[in-house]
């Protein structure tokens, strides 16, 4: 008999963190995940970028007391979080690296087991303007076989789905690379921007369907792959974020699960 393939459970928790007030967001955060999940209901939770410190900040000087390193506040929340519902845990925050005497900083996420251990850091390849203002570019995609899961998963933040600095629309640099190492579920944690600010409609059709466009080389392929995108919403400092937290089956493509541009709630789904 063929072993039944088992289901991976997702929960993406979009919500609305104020810029520089990491604790009430993470306490904000804690309740959410209370309010929608419970122990071994899932096997990965995941946050936006910048989780917990807001997003929009004008330069090095304005971010550094909220950089961490790499086993810092949002690495001891993601712990907490593993631990109590024994699934892994994705999360953004701006990280400090210690380089050759000079402080680098990164738009980062961490990914933690279930036990609480740092599995892997990833920092943005791509920067979006608002990084430039105080982020170094990170070395490269990445996607990583997590056994427990039994899946290749690919790590992007964000401006990693775009063409790098928007200069040539026609490559896919994400895309291919999550094509050629046969990535099974690509997760983006995103700050993604609401383009039509002003339009009285909730839902992000039209931005979940640029993000399935921007993984062209990965529709309806050979293999299946899967699109988690965990997006903030609110606004902040003027500027208005869209949510849409969602999962795309790339493989039709097909949009299986989705928030709408104003939930504040954890979205539960299995691929």
Not at 244 to 268: H, R, Y
Request: hydrophobic content about 35%; glycine content about 6%; charged content about 25%.
């Amino acid at each position: 008999a063929r072993e039944k393939k088992l289901k991976m459970r997702i929960g993406l928790c979009q919500f609305d963190p104020k810029i520089k007030q990491r604790e009430q967001n993470m306490e904000q955060a804690k309740k959410l995940v209370a309010s929608y999940v419970r122990p071994n209901e899932i096997d990965l939770l995941v946050f936006p970028e910048m989780s917990f410190t807001g997003y929009m900040f004008k330069n090095r000087e304005d971010i550094a007391p909220y950089v961490e390193d790499e086993r810092g506040p949002t690495f001891e929340f993601c712990v907490n979080i593993a631990v109590t519902y024994s699934c892994f845990v994705i999360a953004g925050y701006p990280q400090v690296i210690e380089e050759e005497g000079n402080e680098k900083y990164y738009n980062s996420l961490c990914l933690v087991s279930p036990s609480g251990d740092l599995i892997k850091t990833y920092q943005k390849s791509f920067l979006y303007e608002t990084d430039y203002l105080w982020a170094s570019e990170g070395s490269g995609f990445i996607s990583i076989t997590i056994p427990q899961l039994k899946k290749k998963i690919g790590l992007g933040i964000c401006m990693d789905i775009n063409p790098y600095d928007y200069l040539d629309s026609s490559l896919y640099e994400f895309g291919n690379y999550h094509l050629t190492q046969e990535t099974d579920v690509i997760i983006l944690c995103c700050n993604w921007l609401d383009s039509n600010p002003d339009d009285d409609d909730d839902d992000a059709k039209r931005t979940q369907s640029y993000w399935a466009t921007r993984l062209r080389p990965l529709l309806r392929g050979k293999r299946p792959c899967h699109l988690v995108v965990c997006n903030r919403n609110g606004t902040e400092l003027g500027t208005k974020f869209c949510g849409g937290s969602c999962v795309i089956s790339l493989k039709e493509p097909a949009l299986i699960k989705s928030l709408s541009k104003s939930d504040a709630k954890v979205l539960l789904c299995s691929i």
